[in-house]
């Protein structure tokens, strides 16, 4: 399983897979100040961000892999974090 949940930390792992949207909604609408763990994350899918997107939880460990830190984290960080340059007017 991709993703595994340990008390209020989500920590995602390798290839996460549309298989984890499901569990991944019943348990951010079930734990108090849930932490998101993206570090090990080397592939998202898009129902999983869209459920992220949608929970409006902060991520606690950005993933490292080029391509989500470059596209997908900026997303998921938020304006505020994206600096003068990308944040718009």
């Given amino acids: ?6 008390d209020r930390t989500a920590r995602f792992e390798g290839a996460c897979t549309v298989d984890e949207a499901i569990p991944l909604t019943e348990w951010l609408c079930a734990v108090e100040e849930p932490r998101l763990d993206l570090g090990g994350c080397t592939a998202l899918h898009t ?4 459920v992220l997107l949608a929970a409006g939880r902060p991520v606690a460990v950005p993933s490292e892999d080029a391509f989500l830190k470059g596209w997908v984290m900026p997303a998921l960080l938020g304006p505020a974090l994206l600096g003068p340059a990308l944040a718009g007017p």
């Fill in 1 to 6: 399983m991709p993703i595994h949940f340990e």
């Fill in 47 to 50: 129902a999983l961000l869209q």
